[in-house]
């Protein structure tokens, strides 16, 4: 069974910066290809980045582009998410979620994934 745990949110000013970690239970981690999301109060979930699964490939909604970055460590089953330059419009709940996949492919579609975490709550207040 393939379960996914965040950690590192939290509260910060804006202009502040935060790193996000998933860790990823199971045997088949360097297969999956990852992606983080959000869902602030009353709205869709979002694709926020995602890369392959060798970490080669990368995409990026526009609101995040060169202020976030999608990193992974497939020893460590570890997929990350560096937030700099936070704003107050990226308050919301962040998942990682994961699929397994071929080489060189990356997801932006929530419904593409199969595997979810519980979310970890990122505050940015101005």
């Known amino acids: 069974q393939v379960q996914l745990v965040e950690s590192g949110g939290g509260w910060v000013q804006a202009g502040g910066s935060l790193r996000l970690s998933c860790s990823v239970s199971g045997s088949f981690f360097s297969r999956y290809s990852m992606g983080w999301f959000r869902q602030a109060p009353g709205k869709e979930r979002e694709f926020v980045a995602g890369?392959?699964?060798?970490?080669?490939?990368?995409s990026y909604d526009d609101s995040v582009k060169g202020r976030f970055g999608i990193s992974r460590d497939n020893d460590k089953k570890m997929v990350f998410l560096q937030m700099n330059n936070l704003k107050p419009e990226d308050t919301a709940v962040y998942y990682c979620?994961?699929?397994?996949?071929?080489?060189?492919?990356?997801?932006?579609?929530?419904?593409?994934?199969?595997?979810w975490g519980q979310g970890t709550q990122v505050t940015v207040s101005s």
């Open positions: 979620a994961g699929k397994s996949a071929i080489m060189g492919l990356v997801f932006t579609t929530a419904a593409d994934y199969v595997y």
């Open positions: 890369l392959s699964r060798s970490g080669g490939s990368t």
